[in-house]
DNA sequence: TCTGGGGTCCTAGGACCC
DNA sequence: TCTGGGGTCCTAGGACCC
């Protein structure tokens, strides 16, 4: 007689990108290390990740590199280096799926859901995390839940190198008092428009009348946020490889851009590297999408179809172009981005996947374990 | 303090067709 | 004279995540 369920389970690597520099620069161990940009804190870029000694100075992913070395002069700072960091991930994710019974679906970089059906979840979580250090050298932690939601939020509790579960039995318990920001999916943006109707809490949030949610936002985002506050989402951990749907490539210059001329080398430079992206996959740019962030700190994207599929890059810049002479601002720029978005595949996409978002069409995308069920509260 | 670069998805509203 | 709905395509804009 055994007590074997479904599971879902959320590894997600102990500071990443750090980790991984000081593996191949043990002198690195025990110090500060910042990775960003291209290493240089005078420059115009940001925090990739922080080691555990870099954050007790206070450094945090996304700050600004030249905030980071106010705060800790003496860190060592590297340069990202991302075909390093796809290399160690990939080893993870092997090793992911090489264990016994797991369906493994890749969130990103560092970390992946598993799906798995164990009587003991909690040791099959702890067999990962060996596992992964076996063969990786690497750390990780990994959230046990009984649905998508639960497991991601999970593992912010077991980390580092831990494990925690989080299920309908100890939900309230654990989240009810938190903010609506605690959530995989709730900004400070959406925080706000919640806590203008008096939902402050995970628990407001589960409580929160339904109509109101939906007149707020909508039919599809009102009832998903409700969900989200009692934990409730899919279960189902879905192994279908990720299709791209669009590439993009963007720059922060050192410098504002002001002339009309370099504005428009620059979106060549950048429609070309696009063009390299998407010829790898083989789908053409049937749209493009211009990004520009004007000086001191204003960003607008715009889009454009085009009449036919392209692979030309001056297609692409001319359309870009386009776009921005239609935006008629003079502000100076400090980022250009060009995105195309790709022919879908044939048959279209597959499923509708997301990567780096707990969004409703992630929700969707199974309902087994979606049931509202939840424990009483406290 | 001064804010990267890579993505995805949702909503609203206008245009157009039947 | 006044005025349908439903569907699709497109653009603008907003939000979130790693």
Same mark, same amino acid.
């Given at each position: 007689m055994t007590d074997e369920r479904p599971w879902v389970l959320h590894v997600d690597l102990d500071q990443f990108i750090a980790a991984v520099e000081i593996l191949r620069r043990p @002198?690195?161990?025990g110090l500060p290390v910042v990775v960003g940009g291209r290493g240089d804190p005078t420059e115009r870029a940001v925090v990739s990740t922080a080691s555990y000694e870099a954050r007790e100075f206070g450094i945090r992913s996304g700050m600004p590199l030249k905030t980071a070395v106010r705060k800790c002069p003496d860190a060592v700072f590297l340069p990202v280096d991302a075909?390093?960091? @796809?290399e160690a991930s990939a080893a993870v994710m092997g090793v992911l799926r090489g264990m016994p019974g797991a369906v493994v679906e890749v969130l990103g970089w560092d970390e992946a859901f598993v799906g798995v059906t164990t009587e003991d979840p909690v040791a099959y979580a702890n067999s990962i995390r060996t596992a992964v250090f076996e063969a990786t050298s690497l750390h990780c932690?990994?959230?046990?839940?009984?649905?998508k939601v639960r497991a991601k939020i999970a593992t912010d509790?077991?980390?580092p190198q831990g494990v925690y579960r989080l299920t309908r039995d100890n939900w309230f318990e654990v989240m009810g008092a938190r903010p609506t920001t605690a959530l995989w999916g709730v900004g400070t943006r959406i925080a706000a428009r919640l806590a203008s109707h008096g939902y402050r809490t995970v628990e407001d949030l589960a409580d929160a009348d339904e109509a109101v949610l939906v007149a707020e936002f909508g039919p599809t985002m009102g009832p998903h946020y409700g969900r989200l506050g009692r934990g409730v989402s899919s279960a189902t951990v879905d192994d279908t490889?990720?299709?791209a749907r669009a590439h993009g490539r963007e720059t922060t210059y050192q410098t504002n851009l002001t002339e009309p001329q370099e504005i428009s080398a620059a979106l060549r430079e950048l429609a070309g590297q696009v063009v390299e992206d998407i010829r790898a996959e083989q789908r053409p740019c049937i749209r493009v999408f211009l990004k520009v962030r004007f000086a001191p700190f204003f960003t607008v994207n715009r889009g454009r179809k085009l009449a036919e599929p392209t692979y030309d890059p001056d297609v692409i810049a001319a359309t870009a172009v386009a776009l921005f002479t239609a935006l008629e601002d003079e502000r100076p720029v400090r980022l250009l981005?060009?995105?195309a978005e790709m022919v879908p595949p044939e048959g279209g996409y597959d499923s509708p996947r997301s990567t780096g978002r707990g969004g409703p069409s992630a929700q969707r995308s199974g309902t087994a374990g979606a049931t509202d069920d939840v424990a009483p509260k406290p």
């Open positions: @002198e690195l161990a075909p390093a960091y @796809e932690s990994v959230g046990v839940g009984d649905t509790f077991g980390k490889p990720w299709v981005g060009v995105r």
